[in-house]
Nanobody, 121 residues
Framework: QVQLVESGGGLVQPGGSLRLSCAAS????????MAWYRQAPGKQRELAAA???????NYADSVKGRFTISRDNAKNTVYLQMISLKPEDTAVYYC???????????????WGQGTQVTVSS
């Protein structure tokens, strides 16, 4: 099972940018669908962006045009580039990995520990 470690969170002013990174280890990274979820205080965790093993991406409507998810399979890393950040983007951002295990015919998944993003002046 893959282990995930996020980095790159922090405090940024409205309109600013951040890039989150998620380093994976322990399994074949390229097989996994990767995603970034976020959870704001008092709210449910929601999908922000996802990228398949083949590189197809999808985004929540609230982040389209501002967030870009990408992956570097050689570095076992997935990124989330965030621009034009808004106070409502404030949340803990979690990296997520999943794949279909052919041997067990089960989905296997992992979560990172999360990284805080705070957008405030």
């Amino acid at each position: 099972q893959v282990q995930l470690v996020e980095s790159g969170g922090g405090l940024v002013q409205p309109g600013g940018s951040l890039r989150l990174s998620c380093a994976a280890s322990g399994s074949i990274f390229s097989f996994y669908r990767m995603a970034w979820y976020r959870q704001a205080p008092g709210k449910q965790r929601e999908l922000a962006a996802a990228i398949t093993s083949g590189g197809n991406t999808n985004y929540a409507d609230s982040v389209k045009g501002r967030f870009t998810i990408s992956r570097d399979n050689a570095k076992n890393t997935v990124y989330l580039q965030m621009i034009s950040l808004k106070p409502e983007d404030t949340a803990v951002y979690y990296c997520y990995a999943e794949k279909w295990d052919i041997a067990t015919k089960l989905w296997v998944s992992s979560w990172g520990q999360g990284t805080q993003v705070t957008v405030s002046s």
